[in-house]
């Protein structure tokens, strides 16, 4: 069992950055892949970034690009979100999910979900 915990989110004015940390428990966390969704008031749950478990591969939605970068610290027991040039487009709240079984892409391939973290872009 894995338990995810979200941080880091807030308001900013667009342009600005936010680091978003994802804290877990349990010691084969290190053993997951993991990933980042985000979900607008409205709007359905939508995948943002991913990671494997060695973080030698990354996966980006086409609209974060450029602008957000996935990491992930195993001795830590956590992933990271670092999201620059932050447009209005962007505000949701962000969930952290891990255990991927399938596609990064896909909301139903993560077994474990954090209860999310609400990021706020002023313009």
């Known amino acids: 069992q894995v338990h995810l915990v979200e941080s880091g989110g807030g308001l900013v004015q667009a342009g600005g950055s936010l680091r978003l940390s994802c804290a877990a428990s349990?010691?084969?966390?290190?053993?997951?892949?993991s990933g980042w969704f985000r979900q607008a008031p409205g709007k359905e749950r939508e995948f943002v970034a991913a990671?494997?478990?060695?973080?030698?591969?990354?996966y980006y939605a086409d609209s974060v690009k450029g602008r957000f970068t996935i990491s992930r610290d195993n001795a830590k027991n956590a992933v990271y979100l670092q999201m620059n040039s932050l447009k209005p487009e962007d505000m949701a709240v962000y969930y952290c999910?891990?255990?991927?079984?399938?596609?990064?892409?896909?909301?139903?391939?993560?077994?474990?979900w954090g209860q999310g973290t609400q990021v706020t872009v002023s313009s």
């Open positions: 349990g010691r084969t966390f290190g053993t997951y892949a």
């Open positions: 990671i494997n478990r060695s973080a030698t591969r990354t």
């Open positions: 999910a891990a255990d991927v079984s399938g596609s990064y892409y896909q909301v139903p391939a993560y077994r474990y």
